[in-house]
T-cell receptor, first 113, second 115 residues
Framework: DSGVTQTPKHLITATGQRVTLRCSPRSGDLSVYWYQQSLDQGLQFLIQ???????AKGNILERFSAQQFPDLHSELNLSSLELGDSALYFCASSVVLTGYEQFFGPGTRLTVL | AQSVAQPEDQVNVAEGNPLTVKCTYS??????LFWYVQYPNRGLQFLLKYITGDNLVKGSYGFEAEFNKSQTSFHLKKPSALVSDSALYFC?????????????FGPGTSLSVIP
């Protein structure tokens, strides 16, 4: 158990809908990362937050957005969903200034029908 | 641009034999390198890292990795493979072009240990 929690585990929705994925980082970790994992694209970095502020952006679509709250949990919002958004979405956390290793949550499997 | 490559999609090894999963990287400056493992239906787990110091790094579950600067490689090794080592392995490098903690992951190598 990494100490990172993600909810829900599974999500099934329809095209055009909007969903919110939630992540709670390990206790003491200020940095949160979001990744998308699909068979054809592999593991893609989406976005990073540190202590409530956006710090780095990767291959995140404009239909996707994220935020980190004062209690350090983070949410990833996916809107106008398309079939191609079906994937595993992982959250990871780290203590930014030491070590640099990331601790991953169990993931949310999103299926868009 | 920073990048990391894993030249083998699939590695098969017999139980008890040594295993190697290959990784090469391209970064500016000194690399920060990582190995992660992903078991089926699980998130990635950190195995080991190289930041500085000894070129041979020891990690979890008996794994080790050798940093080779001249060959820009960071291969993962284990002296004796177990069936339970069967999983997806990711090499990663810290993006040194930013001051942030962004890590670039390789495409992954699927390891199968055959009983």
């Amino acid at each position: 158990d990494s100490g990172v929690t993600q909810t829900p585990k599974h999500l099934i929705t329809a095209t055009g809908q909007r969903v919110t994925l939630r992540c709670s980082p390990r206790s003491g970790d200020l940095s949160v990362y979001w990744y998308q994992q699909s068979l054809d694209q592999g593991l893609q970095f989406l976005i990073q937050y540190y202590n409530g502020e956006e710090r780095a952006k990767g291959n995140i679509l404009e239909r996707f957005s994220a935020q980190q709250f004062p209690d350090l949990h983070s949410e990833l919002n996916l809107s106008s969903l398309e079939l191609g958004d079906s994937a595993l979405y992982f959250c990871a956390s780290s203590v930014v200034l030491t070590g640099y290793e990331q601790f991953f949550g169990p993931g949310t499997r999103l299926t868009v029908l | 641009a920073q990048s990391v490559a894993q030249p083998e999609d699939q590695v098969n090894v017999a139980e008890g034999n040594p295993l190697t999963v290959k990784c090469t990287y391209s970064v500016s400056g000194n690399p920060y390198l990582f190995w992660y493992v992903q078991y089926p239906n699980r998130g990635l787990q950190f195995l080991l890292k190289y930041i500085t110091g000894d070129n041979l790094v020891k990690g979890s579950y008996g794994f080790e990795a050798e940093f080779n600067k001249s060959q820009t490689s960071f291969h993962l090794k284990k002296p004796s493979a177990l069936v339970s080592d069967s999983a997806l392995y990711f090499c990663a490098v810290r993006d040194m072009e930013t001051s942030y903690d962004k890590v670039i992951f390789g495409p992954g190598t699927s390891l199968s240990v055959i009983p």
